[in-house]
């Protein structure tokens, strides 16, 4: 072996077409699975109302839920690498189910906090699982496939403000309930994905098993840190829109909370654009220049965030998250290549530190926004891209691309 340089395995071309109505099939899922998700924060003003809660506790409501799947994630992947279990991904969306009956009918903060964690649970089997079934069906095509099942989230976590601002607060908080009908249909459809995953998923990944790269250990190591640090970067930042943007809005502008909520889904609904671009554009020119420009080029707009009117603040919040979102597919995609045969692992590796950091990002956020402000909060958060330098030294995967299966 070569001592001087890593050499990387070219990246695996699995075998078989894409499987297009799978991939339609996981990012139908993924809107449900995540919608269905976003409604816990989307619910923060009316929830700190109903039981007079500290900023303190709501990022302790996001902790609760991120880190129960962060904890789970990296577990679930490895462990469906080595056994495969098709109709998992129907069971975890049961455990979002009773998680939404739980949310809807908490008489006390302590049942809150249960609901967010089943709500963790399911999403600590969908997410890892969904990720790699995603590259079972790529056909090869391994970012256009993760952009197309992450596209499916970022929906469901735009539409999920939206519900709640016009069912949810009008109506009460029972109406959360009604969301349990959207997990049994996730559940029906999952179970339709497990028969084609049994069939004829688990054969397209067999190649992949059978290889192993000959990168260095160090090498690999060296790039999953920075990937890791990348991912701190982003969830950090984004916890800071995605679970106070509202707070922010109200107390700095004084919008009222629905506006509030519109303004939040402008913001997720460029994070789903961004999520639709990265995966191709990487799959065109290298995942690594896609990572690098998402997490690094988004510096100057958040940089200007803090320091906007009302207006220039909704204009600026597009950009950050199309050019933020547009990272995770290719990251993923990237630690894929990196470890072919380990898609599994990788996927609950990525997901769940990307949950873990948003969980932390929510509570230290929180308690950081009671001591100093909000305002402070933004000011500070604007410089996390600047970690996006890392990205340079991150080892080119490219390879000439071999011909596509049939």
Request: hydrophobic letters at 55%.
């Amino acid at each position: 072996m070569n001592e001087t340089a890593p050499t990387v395995a070219a990246p695996l071309r699995d075998r078989g077409h894409t499987a297009v109505a799978i991939l339609a099939a996981l990012s139908f899922c993924h809107l449900l699975n995540d919608m269905m998700q976003s409604l816990l924060p989307a619910m923060y003003p009316m929830l700190k109302s109903a039981y007079r809660l500290s900023f303190g506790e709501i990022g302790l409501l996001t902790f609760t839920f991120q880190f129960t799947a962060s904890l789970l994630q990296p577990l679930v992947g490895a462990y469906a690498d080595r056994r495969a279990r098709p109709y998992s991904l129907a069971v975890g969306m049961g455990f979002t189910l009773v998680g939404l009956l739980l949310l809807a009918y908490a008489g006390s903060f302590a049942l809150l906090l249960l609901g967010a964690a089943l709500i963790g649970t399911g999403s600590s089997v969908f997410h890892p699982e969904s990720s790699r079934v995603a590259r079972m069906a790529s056909g090869g095509r391994h970012g256009l496939a993760q952009s197309v099942f992450q596209v499916g989230g970022n929906v469901g976590s735009a539409t999920g403000p939206l519900l709640a601002a016009f069912i949810v607060l009008p109506r009460g908080q029972s109406t959360v309930a009604w969301f349990s009908l959207i997990a049994l249909l996730g559940m029906l459809v999952l179970i339709q994905v497990g028969h084609w995953y049994g069939s004829h998923g688990v054969a397209r990944l067999a190649q992949a098993a059978a290889l192993r790269t000959e990168t260095r250990r160090r090498h690999v190591a060296l790039a999953i840190a920075i990937l890791l640090a990348l991912i701190f970067s982003k969830y950090f930042y984004l916890a800071s829109l995605t679970s106070y943007y509202t707070f922010y809005l109200i107390e700095h502008f004084g919008v009222t909370v629905r506006n509030a909520q519109l303004l939040l889904f402008v913001f997720l609904a460029s994070v789903a654009l961004g999520a639709v671009l990265g995966g191709p554009i990487g799959d065109r020119i290298g995942s690594k220049y896609i990572i690098w420009f998402s997490i690094l080029g988004v510096l100057p707009f958040t940089l200007l965030l803090p320091h906007a009117n009302l207006f220039w603040t909704a204009v600026l919040t597009v950009p950050i998250g199309v050019i933020l979102a547009s990272a995770f597919p290719a990251i993923v995609v990237y630690a894929q290549d990196l470890l072919p045969g380990r898609t599994g692992t990788v996927a609950g590796l990525f997901f769940g530190f990307a949950f873990g950091m948003g969980s932390i990002g929510a509570a230290v956020l929180g308690k950081l926004a009671d001591l100093i402000g909000l305002n402070e909060v933004y000011r500070l958060c604007a410089f996390l891209p600047v970690l996006g330098l890392l990205a340079a030294l991150l080892p080119d995967l490219r390879r000439t691309p071999a011909a596509r299966p049939a």
